[in-house]
Each structure stands twice: as C-alpha cells, then as structure tokens.
C-alpha cells in the first residue's frame, strides 16, 4: 500500500523542504488571485469575451518571458534570479488589490496587471523546476516533481474553494491582498536558498541563447511531440473561461462568483490530487507516449461530457452542477497522468546546461495553452453558447491528438526500459 502514496524523501534536503512549505502558502494565495481575476472581468462586463481577452494579456508575457527567463535560469545564479521573481509577484498582487481597493472598474487597467504578474511568473516557474535538480540526486527527482505537483493542485482546491466562501464577507480586494501577503513566504524560501550559479559558462542572455534551446528540442521528436499535444489539450480542450458565465446561467450561480463558481474552478484540481495520490502504478507504464495518448483522450472526452451536461442543466442545475463537477473531475485526473509522464520525458532529455530553457518552453506550453484557450473558449461561447464551445472542443481535442500521433509515430512508440527510473 505504501507504494501508492508519495515518497516524502525530498523533503529531508532543507532547501526542498523550505520551498515547498512556502509553496503551500503562496499557492493558496496565487489561486485566489486566479479565481478574482475572471470574476471581476465578467462582473465589470458580463461578457465571457473579456474574460477570455485575460487569456490573450496574459498570453504574451508567459511567451516571452517564459523563454528569456530559461535562458536567464542557465546564464546565472538562479538563487538571484528566484529572490528577483518572487518579490516581482508580490509587488503585481499589491497592485491588484489597490485598483480593486480604490474601485478604479477599469477592465483595461486588471489586464494590463495581471500581464505584468504573469510576466514575472514566466521567470520563475522554469527557473524553479531547473532549480530544483541542483538540490537533489537524480533518484529523488520524481518524487520531488510529484509533491510539487500535489501542492500545486491542492492550492487550486482550496483556492478557489476559500475564495468563494470569502466573498460571502469580503470583496475581491481582500483576496488580492492575501496573495501578496503570501508572497512572503516564498521570497523568504528563496533567500535562504545555496547559491546556484551556472558553471558552465556556454548560456547567453540574449536571442541566440532561446534559439539555442530550440534547436536542441527539434532535434528530440519525442520531446517535441509531448509540448504538441499538450497544446492540443489545453487549447481546445480547457473550458475554465467559461466557468464564471456557465456557474451563473447554467447552474444558477451568483452573477459574483459564490460557491457554485468555486465548485467548478475546484474539480479539476480534486481530481487531479486524487490521481496524484493513487499513483503508484505509474512506474510500471513502459510505453510512456501511448499513455500520454490516452490521458489526453480521456481529457477530451471528460470535456464533452462537462458541456452537454450544462447544457442540460435547466430546471436541474443542482444535480447536473455535481455531474458537471465529475467531469471535470476525471479531465484534472487524466491531466495529472499525461503531466506526470511527460515531465519524466523531459527530465530524462535535458542537461543541466539547457535544462532552464527547455522548463522555460515547457512553462510556455502549460501555462500559455490554458491562455490561448481561455482567448478562443470566451470567442466561441459568444458566438455559439457555452454549450457548444466546451463540448465541441473536447471533441476538437480528440481528433486533432490522434491526427497529430499518427503523423509523428515515434511519439505513441516511445518506451524506456524495463530498469530504467520514472
């Protein structure tokens, strides 16, 4: 039984240990400011476009920065360039809860602050995971990546959860506010961090040093294919755009957010700790690009069902809310596995020397597919309904990742051995 449960090794190295105290603290408060950002868009507008239009304003800077950032995570001390980014994302949630606390209701003026936090999110996130390999031996990497994981979906529960009981008593300010004050707790980690200079010497900071990077994924099909079709799953396959206008048109929700909304903004996260905690089987899967396959699939479908089932909501938005949430439920699973294989993928690719750019393409693709679907997911609910544009991007999801598989064979071949380590 033991085998099923998280190997809390990693957390005997004091480094670890602290990030990953201060990362159950400083999650919570991210999630909050996740789930106040789309409220006060849809409050201020009552139009899924504008939430979705937060996709695109948060789009660019995860490109950019995402990709600078990994190459600045292998040209110097990523110790300095942790402490940098942490204090720049407490500094983006202050801003947040002023404009909120002074009333500003200026749509323009949340999008161009949620840019600036994502900006200095696009930093940190590679430059943490290519961080976290210089603190420990190799065969406590998957253990670390799943506890990190687990914090990181049991934030995004509790997030939102929190966020909509909170808003009973207080405003979306409030929320803001105990985002920044957590961001505390990460800036204190991170100072107390070894020193974690680049000996190598060989990264730039400039233009050439992403290309490089580049150059060195196109030469790993399998890699390559397992940003691809993530992509494919998050861009057509991830509704949370329209969350805030299905919790109040399809499930009776406040037009504020209330539980119902947090009830939606949860399920994947509780699914997703749930495959967490009952992974034990995963070692045991050789044929690691199939399952990947097979996760996505199971993402699509759930999707699907997530769809129909608000559109049938009706006069029975109570039970259908709770058929929706399963939904959602079994997608944050399946997502939890296909992430889980494909970041064993990508550790057994990199070397310490690239490491940083390639997390930085990988924060692109995980963070920026959800931005992009966020843009086209508020589109097509405009154009077509909330109905439509969930169910028929699960189905999107589907055929697109089979079409992509098939044209790039090697990635559904892909095994490692049988001693290998996940």
Known sequence: MRKLFADTTPLQTPDFRRLWLAGIVTVIGANLTIFAVPVQLYALTQSSAYVGLSGLFALVPLVVFGLWGGAWADAMDRRVLLVITSVGLALASVLLWLQAALALNNVWVVLCLLAVQQGFYAVNSPTRSAAIPRMLPGEQLPAANSLNMTVMQFGAIVGPLL????????????????????????????????????????????????????????????????????????????????????????????IEGGTTMAL????????????????????????????????????????????????????????????????????????????????????????????????????????????????????????????VAAAGGGALVVIVVVLAVLAAPAFIRYRVAEGDKV
């Open 264 to 387: 939606l903004a949860a399920a994947m996260s509780v699914g997703a700790v749930a495959g967490g905690v009952f992974s034990g089987w995963l070692p045991r899967i050789r044929r690691r690009g199939l399952a990947v396959v097979v996760a996505i699939v199971v993402w699509g479908a759930a999707m699907i069902g997530f769809g129909v089932a608000g559109g049938m909501a009706g006069g029975h938005a109570g039970a259908l809310l709770w058929i929706a949430f399963a939904f959602l439920a079994i997608g944050g699973a399946a997502d939890m596995v296909s992430a889980a294989f494909r970041s064993t993928i990508l550790q057994q690719a990199a070397s310490d020397e690239v490491r940083g750019r390639l997390q930085g393409v990988f924060t692109v693709v995980v963070a920026g597919g959800p931005r992009l679907a966020d843009a086209a997911h508020g589109g097509a609910a405009a154009m077509v309904g909330t109905t």
């Open 163 to 254: 966020a909509g009981v909170m808003l009973r008593w207080v405003d979306l300010s409030t929320l803001y506010a105990i985002d920044a004050v957590t961001c505390l707790a990460a800036i204190w980690a991170t100072v107390r961090l070894a020193p974690m200079r680049n000996g190598q010497g060989s990264a730039g900071f400039g233009f050439g040093a992403v290309l490089d990077g580049f150059r060195y994924l196109a030469g790993n099909q399998v890699v390559l294919m397992s940003f691809v079709v993530d992509l494919i799953a998050m861009i057509f396959g991830m509704p949370r755009a329209l969350f805030p206008q299905m919790a109040h048109e399809s499930f009776g929700g406040p």
